[in-house]
T-cell receptor, first 109, second 116 residues
Framework: DAKTTQPPSMDCAEGRAANLPCNHS???????VYWYRQIHSQGPQYIIH???NNETNEMASLIITEDRKSSTLILPHATLRDTAVYYC??????????FGTGTRLKVLA | DAGVIQSPRHEVTEMGQEVTLRCKPI?????LFWYRQTMMRGLELLIY????????DSGMPEDRFSAKMPNASFSTLKIQPSEPRDSAVYFC??????????????FGQGTRLTVV
């Protein structure tokens, strides 16, 4: 599975959009981009995934560049409860996830 | 479904003792994963099973660690003998192959292990 690179930390004002970038320049054609988050010491929680098209669900939007070498997770209206570590994972059909170090997002009141 | 259930939630044990962590996956999920999380190393995949069979145990740190899945609804991770450096939060996760790679993994709440 491709290695991903994320900034170690980011701040976002409450109510504003949080844009979390992820670089996956070595991603292969059959690898999906998955996003998970971990709030405090809880188990990681699935957010969204995509292959090449942009995706949106009730939690977030995922924007994948045309060359698929990077993506951005967008939380449209961040709340204090969105403070967490966000993980970007590139994975094919092996079913296992290899987690990187993630981005620690702090939403500020 | 109650989700992935892990027990105990917290475990404190003395160095040298045997520790057994337990996991009940979501019913119908055919993949089960054990992860370990520490501040220094982050989230590490230890081992995963498919249909109760271990597929990849390359992440198991050493022979003191063993994992079993005797049936589709139960798995254990055993450390014998335990050492202080095994102190970590251990997560179990399960996932269904129905839908292929599109399915998400569900994680338990973790077991916080402290070896003194």
């Amino acid at each position: 599975d491709a290695k991903t690179t994320q900034p170690p930390s980011m701040d976002c004002a409450e109510g504003r959009a949080a844009n979390l970038p992820c670089n996956h320049s070595t991603i292969s054609g059959n690898e999906y981009v998955y996003w998970y988050r971990q709030i405090h010491s809880q188990g990681p929680q699935y957010i969204i995934h995509g292959l090449k098209n942009n995706e949106t669900n009730e939690m977030a939007s995922l924007i994948i560049t045309e060359d698929r070498k990077s993506s951005t997770l967008i939380l449209p209206h961040a709340t204090l409860r969105d403070t967490a570590v966000y993980y970007c994972i590139a994975s094919s059909g092996t079913y296992k996830y290899i987690f990187g170090t993630g981005t620690r997002l702090k939403v500020l009141a | 479904d109650a989700g992935v259930i892990q027990s105990p939630r917290h475990e404190v044990t003395e160095m040298g003792q045997e520790v057994t962590l337990r996991c009940k996956p979501i019913s119908g999920h055919d993949y089960l994963f054990w992860y370990r999380q520490t501040m220094m190393r982050g989230l590490e995949l230890l081992i995963y099973f498919n249909n109760n069979v271990p597929i990849d145990d390359s992440g198991m740190p050493e022979d003191r660690f063993s994992a079993k899945m005797p049936n589709a609804s139960f798995s254990t991770l055993k450390i014998q003998p335990s050492e202080p450096r095994d102190s970590a939060v251990y997560f179990c996760a399960s996932r269904s192959s129905t839908g292929g790679a599109l399915t998400e993994a569900f994680f338990g709440q973790g077991t916080r292990l402290t070896v003194v």
